[in-house]
């Protein structure tokens, strides 16, 4: 019975403590190392086609090439982008 006295009364001077108390938020830059290691660049699926077998390789073959190569780019460049923005 007697620690329920001690919690009541230190519940009630917390509470008062806590009632004029203010919360101000600060930010502070915190130094972060630039990452050193440039991500590979993508094979290009267009370069891999054989440009001496024409017969070989169809329209079809040679557009989705060309759209996977842009594909990887895009993710590439997101990868270098995010790596510059770091370095900031």
């Given at each position: 019975?007697?620690?329920?006295?001690y919690f009541?009364?230190?519940?009630?001077?917390?509470?008062?403590?806590?009632?004029?108390?203010?919360?101000?938020?600060?930010?502070?830059?915190?130094?972060?190392?630039?990452?050193?290691?440039?991500?590979?660049?993508?094979?290009?699926?267009?370069?891999?086609?054989?440009?001496d077998d024409?017969?070989?390789?169809?329209?079809?073959?040679?557009?989705?090439a060309l759209?996977?190569?842009?594909?990887?780019?895009?993710?590439?460049?997101?990868?270098?982008?995010?790596?510059?923005?770091?370095?900031?």
């Amino acid at each position: 019975m007697r620690s329920l006295g001690y919690f009541a009364a230190l519940a009630l001077v917390t509470s008062a403590c806590a009632h004029g108390l203010t919360i101000t938020e600060v930010k502070v830059p915190i130094p972060v190392p630039c990452a050193t290691e440039v991500p590979n660049r993508p094979g290009s699926a267009w370069e891999s086609l054989d440009p001496d077998d024409p017969a070989e390789t169809t329209v079809f073959e040679s557009v989705q090439a060309l759209l996977v190569d842009r594909e990887r780019m895009g993710a590439y460049a997101s990868e270098l982008e995010a790596l510059i923005e770091a370095c900031r």
